[in-house]
């Protein structure tokens, strides 16, 4: 069951504007993102289902981070059905994020409680994912939909909308300014993040430090556009 509730999932997310995306196959690497993520103040994490046994996986890291970063969020990304989506809330999951609208994953996660994030690419997908309860939308892939410029056309006709860029979005200033002015939310952000060298590497602190850096930026825009708003 869920350790967090749906209200408590989406005013985190508002509230620190990153959501990390990863993966791995191995449980080990998976526990050490996490906790270094944790340690850079993150406290919304979104596990990719992808691969085979991305099940157990999860249900491991899971509970793991339950004892190890308790105030840590955990939801899964990339659900694209309702079966699924069902799996990783009997695991826990705090939240569930999905590529596509899929009426199905909506209803369940309703059911539950549970907070869904649904893909859109343009306003009648975004009002539709409204219609089946999304409080925090997607958009996906950020960069290709439309970037910045999209969110902000979005937020004239329907400012009540709330924003998740995901695919596109990196640790820099330059580009977090941007999305956070044009009214994003929170962003997700994976690669970006977790570059392969560095998990070769197991540089462990890069990320800490990475997420602490990319936290301050968006707090200080996020700040700026509610003093301007």
């Given at each position: 069951?869920?350790?967090?509730?749906?209200?408590?999932?989406?005013?985190?997310?508002?509230?620190?504007?990153?959501?990390?995306?990863?993966?791995?196959?191995?449980?080990?690497?998976?526990?050490?993102?996490?906790?270094?993520c944790?340690?850079?103040?993150?406290?919304?994490?979104?596990?990719?289902?992808?691969?085979?046994?991305?099940?157990?996986v999860?249900?491991?890291?899971?509970?793991?981070?339950?004892?190890?970063?308790?105030?840590?969020?955990?939801?899964?990304?990339?659900v694209?059905?309702?079966?699924?989506?069902?799996?990783?809330?009997?695991?826990?999951?705090?939240?569930i994020?999905?590529?596509?609208?899929?009426?199905?994953?909506?209803?369940?996660?309703?059911?539950?409680?549970?907070?869904?994030?649904?893909?859109?690419?343009?306003?009648?997908?975004?009002?539709?994912?409204?219609?089946?309860?999304?409080?925090?939308?997607?958009?996906?892939?950020?960069?290709?939909?439309?970037?910045?410029?999209?969110?902000?056309?979005?937020?004239?006709?329907?400012?009540?909308?709330s924003?998740?860029?995901?695919?596109?979005?990196?640790?820099?200033?330059?580009?977090?300014?941007?999305?956070?002015?044009?009214?994003?939310?929170?962003?997700g952000?994976?690669?970006?993040?977790?570059?392969?060298?560095?998990?070769?590497?197991?540089?462990?602190?890069?990320?800490t430090?990475k997420?602490?850096e990319?936290?301050?930026?968006?707090?200080?825009?996020?700040?700026?556009s509610?003093?301007?708003?």
């Amino acid at each position: 069951m869920a350790r967090f509730s749906r209200i408590q999932v989406v005013l985190k997310m508002s509230e620190t504007g990153l959501v990390p995306v990863f993966y791995h196959a191995e449980p080990e690497v998976c526990r050490k993102v996490v906790k270094a993520c944790y340690e850079g103040g993150v406290r919304v994490f979104e596990f990719t289902n992808r691969g085979d046994f991305a099940t157990l996986v999860f249900a491991d890291l899971n509970k793991w981070a339950t004892e190890n970063c308790p105030e840590m969020i955990m939801g899964v990304g990339s659900v694209i059905d309702e079966g699924t989506a069902a799996m990783y809330i009997a695991l826990g999951a705090n939240f569930i994020v999905s590529p596509l609208i899929d009426e199905g994953t909506a209803r369940v996660c309703n059911k539950r409680k549970i907070p869904w994030s649904p893909g859109c690419g343009s306003v009648t997908e975004i009002g539709r994912a409204h219609e089946l309860g999304a409080e925090v939308v997607k958009i996906f892939p950020g960069s290709q939909v439309g970037g910045p410029s999209f969110v902000k056309a979005v937020k004239g006709p329907m400012p009540w909308t709330s924003i998740m860029p995901t695919g596109g979005v990196a640790p820099t200033e330059e580009n977090l300014k941007a999305w956070f002015e044009a009214g994003a939310t929170c962003v997700g952000m994976g690669s970006q993040l977790f570059p392969k060298e560095v998990l070769a590497g197991e540089n462990y602190l890069y990320i800490t430090e990475k997420c602490k850096e990319t936290l301050q930026i968006i707090q200080k825009y996020k700040n700026q556009s509610t003093i301007n708003g």
